[in-house]
Every structure is written in structure tokens, then in C-alpha cells.
């Protein structure tokens, strides 16, 4: 039986979970890398390339090379999982190591370690953070009020407190410690196409979004992303790729809106404007957004009704594909894959790691 305090705790990781969500997978082909049907080929000549033969049917050869190319979506997922669960495990073993060693330095047991360095220095959330916690939650409390959730409240947001804090003082050790992480991310080439970009070419760190105006996931992750934009300033160049999910009506006709938009040098306008109301993404809100954003609304409404940057849009959606997205939205931070809407620190972790490797 699940007590009340655990219930709880459940439902709050249910709320704090939204931010790394994303909508649902796209359906369809791995990727459009590799050609269609078999390349016939000299066998001999194959077998010594670089990843030989997959199968042979007659004179045809199929590749390793071709292969891999046709599943590179599907590949990449699994790297990307394999390496997630390698590192997960490596930081657990680290943070023990450091653990250990800091609690041996000072001659005390670990428990009395993170008691002492972390625990104690966590206070009591103020009244007015769990208030506006259960204001914005409290129509997930049902008929409970305020003063029977308070302590289940104020208990999660320093449960909460104590993560970050353990987080920042495990971080410390690692400084102190000299530790060095040489197992790197798998990371894909991602083409920045022709796609709308922020943030200088010669920026170190180069994040490619594939996102989708309809998913309230990513209308989420875009207030992250200008939080990250103006955090790091000139360090970060910003590349959005569309990528509608076919169960988005809207989504498709939104992202070719933004295109047009683009050629009225209003594309950050528009985009903008889209996310921050998702519910006025039919053809004519679109117009009449583009209309209030003083675009020309005859030549909107001629580009959208004409679909003229259709084909765009499904070059970035078969593009995703073949990077392995399978979901919206989905970031590539320097080639290193990130899925769904994060927090800050989310982007942060990578993007200073990344900016360490270009010192």
C-alpha cells in the first residue's frame, strides 16, 4: 500500500517530469540515406570494402555501408541509449569514489559526509515557494487544501534542494579531485541546411533543434532556449528545423507559415508569436498573425495557401529521420543528441563540457 507522503511525491515527480517530455514518436521510414532496392555491385570488389557484405541475392550486393546508411536513425537511437546508461553508471561509480575519498580525508563515515556538506545547509523552503507550488498544482490535489498538503509541499522542495545542492558539491569534488571523463558522446552531422539560424557563424558550441509548432512540449522548450541564448551570449549559435508530427494537424501548415514569414524577414517574429499561442495555428490565424505582425497579408496568405515552402519542410523532417529523431523536440548540441524539453542545466552540463574541449 502506497502511503500518502509516497503518493504525493509520485504526483510531483509527474509534475517536475514535463520538462524533459516530448511528443510521441514519428512513424515511418529509419531514414532516406540509402538508395532504394539493392546497388548491383562486383562482389570481390565489395567484400573488401570497408564493412564487406550484408547479403547477396544473385549478382546483388547489399553493403554493411548501405546497411547502416538505410537504419542510421534507428542506429543512432541505440548508441545514444547504450551511451546514456554507460555514463549514468560511470558518474554513479565516480560520484562513490569521490565520496569515499573526501569522507576518508576527513574521517568520517559517507553518510555523516553528505549529512554534514549537504543535508544541514539545505533549509526549509520559504512559505511563499510552497504556496505558489500548490497554487500552479492545486487541481491535481483533488479535495485535499493547502494545510493538509502543505508538509508534503514543503518536504518535496527540499528533496528537491538537497538534489541540487548534492549535485553542486559532487561537482566540487570532482574539481578537487582532478576527475577526467574521456568516454565522449556519440555525435551526428548534423547539416545546418538553409534553415534559420541565431548567433554567429563562428560560435563553439552549434545547437540544431528539430521541433514542431503544435507540440506543447516544444512551445516548453522554447522559452529554455532563449534562456540558453542569453546565458551564453556569442558561445552559441542556434539553428531551428522543422519537424511535424503527422498527428498535428496544424503542425505541417504552421511550419510552411513560418517560412513564409521568412521571406518577409519575420521569421523569429512568427515563430515566436506561434509558440506562445498554439491554439491559433488554423490557415486563417495564421494570416491574421502575420497581418498583426505587419507582414504584407495578400502575399502571406498566397505563400501558405500555395504550400511554397512545403518541400523545405519535408526535407528537415527526412533530414530528422536520418539523425534518429523520433520525437518532438529534439536537439543536437554539437552532434550530441538531446531529447525533449529540459531544463537549463540540461543544456548547460553539455554546452560547458563542449566549451572546455574547444579550450
Same mark, same amino acid.
Request: hydrophobic share 40%.
Given at each position: 500500500?502506497? /502511503?500518502?507522503?509516497?503518493?504525493?511525491?509520485?504526483?510531483?515527480?509527474?509534475?517536475?517530469?514535463?520538462a524533459?517530455?516530448?511528443?510521441?514518436?514519428?512513424?515511418?521510414e529509419?531514414g532516406?540515406?540509402?538508395?532504394k532496392?539493392?546497388?548491383?555491385k562486383?562482389?570481390?570488389?565489395? *567484400?573488401?570494402?570497408? +564493412?564487406?557484405? *550484408?547479403?547477396?541475392?544473385?549478382?546483388?550486393?547489399?553493403?554493411?555501408d548501405?546497411?547502416?546508411?538505410?537504419?542510421?536513425?534507428?542506429l543512432?537511437?541505440?548508441?545514444?541509449d547504450?551511451? %546514456?546508461? /554507460?555514463?549514468q553508471?560511470l558518474?554513479?561509480?565516480?560520484?562513490?569514489?569521490?565520496? %569515499?575519498?573526501?569522507?576518508a580525508?576527513?574521517?568520517i563515515?559517507?553518510?555523516k559526509?553528505?549529512?554534514?556538506?549537504?543535508?544541514?545547509?539545505?533549509?526549509e523552503?520559504?512559505?511563499?515557494?510552497?504556496d #505558489?507550488?500548490?497554487?500552479q498544482?492545486?487541481?491535481? =490535489?483533488?479535495?485535499?487544501?493547502?494545510e493538509?498538503?502543505?508538509?508534503q509541499?514543503?518536504?518535496?522542495?527540499?528533496?528537491?534542494?538537497?538534489?541540487e545542492?548534492?549535485?553542486?558539491?559532487?561537482?566540487?569534488?570532482?574539481?578537487?579531485?582532478?576527475?577526467?571523463?574521456?568516454?565522449? $558522446? $556519440?555525435?551526428?552531422?548534423?547539416?545546418?541546411?538553409?534553415? $534559420?539560424?541565431?548567433?554567429? &557563424?563562428?560560435?563553439?558550441?552549434?545547437?540544431?533543434? =528539430?521541433? %514542431? @509548432?503544435?507540440? $506543447?512540449?516544444?512551445? /516548453? *522548450?522554447?522559452?529554455?532556449?532563449?534562456?540558453?541564448?542569453?546565458?551564453?551570449?556569442d558561445?552559441?549559435? =542556434?539553428? @531551428?528545423?522543422? @519537424?511535424?508530427?503527422?498527428f +498535428?494537424?496544424?503542425?505541417?501548415?504552421? #511550419?510552411?507559415?513560418?517560412?513564409?514569414?521568412?521571406?518577409?524577414?519575420?521569421?523569429?517574429?512568427? +515563430?515566436?508569436?506561434?509558440?506562445n499561442?498554439?491554439?491559433?495555428?488554423?490557415? &486563417?490565424?495564421?494570416?491574421?498573425? *502575420?497581418a498583426?505582425?505587419?507582414?504584407?497579408?495578400?502575399?502571406?496568405k498566397?505563400?501558405?495557401?500555395?504550400g511554397? +515552402?512545403?518541400?523545405?519542410?519535408?526535407? %528537415?523532417?527526412?533530414?530528422?529521420?536520418?539523425y534518429g529523431?523520433t520525437?518532438?523536440?529534439? =536537439?543536437f548540441?554539437?552532434?550530441?543528441?538531446?531529447?525533449?524539453?529540459?531544463d537549463?542545466?540540461?543544456?548547460?552540463?553539455?554546452?560547458?563540457?563542449?566549451?572546455?574541449r574547444?579550450?
Amino acid at each position: 500500500m502506497v /502511503r500518502p507522503i509516497q503518493r504525493f511525491l509520485i504526483l510531483a515527480a509527474v509534475v517536475g517530469a514535463t520538462a524533459t517530455f516530448a511528443c510521441g514518436a514519428a512513424t515511418g521510414e529509419s531514414g532516406k540515406a540509402g538508395d532504394k532496392g539493392a546497388r548491383k555491385k562486383d562482389a570481390a570488389a565489395t *567484400a573488401s570494402g570497408s +564493412h564487406g557484405q *550484408a547479403a547477396v541475392i544473385g549478382d546483388t550486393v547489399i553493403t554493411f555501408d548501405e546497411l547502416d546508411a538505410k537504419a542510421a536513425g534507428a542506429l543512432m537511437k541505440v548508441r545514444q541509449d547504450e551511451y %546514456d546508461i /554507460r555514463r549514468q553508471t560511470l558518474d554513479g561509480l565516480i560520484n562513490e569514489q569521490l565520496l %569515499d575519498k573526501e569522507a576518508a580525508a576527513k574521517k568520517i563515515a559517507r553518510e555523516k559526509l553528505l549529512e554534514t556538506e549537504v543535508n544541514a545547509k539545505v533549509a526549509e523552503p520559504p512559505k511563499a515557494e510552497v504556496d #505558489a507550488f500548490y497554487e500552479q498544482n492545486k487541481a491535481r =490535489f483533488g479535495t485535499q487544501t493547502k494545510e493538509q498538503v502543505t508538509p508534503q509541499i514543503a518536504a518535496m522542495l527540499r528533496s528537491q534542494q538537497m538534489g541540487e545542492a548534492q549535485r553542486d558539491y559532487l561537482k566540487g569534488l570532482r574539481e578537487k579531485y582532478g576527475v577526467k571523463v574521456m568516454m565522449d $558522446p $556519440p555525435r551526428v552531422k548534423v547539416s545546418l541546411d538553409d534553415d $534559420p539560424m541565431m548567433g554567429p &557563424d563562428n560560435a563553439p558550441v552549434t545547437i540544431v533543434e =528539430f521541433s %514542431d @509548432y503544435q507540440c $506543447p512540449y516544444c512551445s /516548453r *522548450a522554447e522559452t529554455t532556449v532563449q534562456e540558453v541564448l542569453k546565458k551564453y551570449g556569442d558561445k552559441v549559435r =542556434f539553428v @531551428y528545423r522543422d @519537424y511535424p508530427l503527422s498527428f +498535428h494537424p496544424n503542425a505541417e501548415n504552421a #511550419a510552411i507559415g513560418a517560412g513564409c514569414a521568412k521571406d518577409q524577414g519575420k521569421f523569429w517574429e512568427m +515563430h515566436g508569436a506561434m509558440f506562445n499561442n498554439q491554439a491559433k495555428l488554423g490557415k &486563417d490565424d495564421l494570416v491574421a498573425t *502575420a497581418a498583426g505582425l505587419g507582414m504584407d497579408k495578400d502575399k502571406f496568405k498566397a505563400c501558405l495557401d500555395a504550400g511554397k +515552402h512545403k518541400d523545405e519542410v519535408q526535407k %528537415d523532417f527526412q533530414d530528422g529521420m536520418k539523425y534518429g529523431v523520433t520525437g518532438t523536440p529534439t =536537439f543536437f548540441i554539437n552532434g550530441i543528441m538531446m531529447v525533449g524539453a529540459r531544463d537549463v542545466n540540461s543544456f548547460a552540463e553539455i554546452i560547458g563540457q563542449e566549451l572546455e574541449r574547444k579550450n
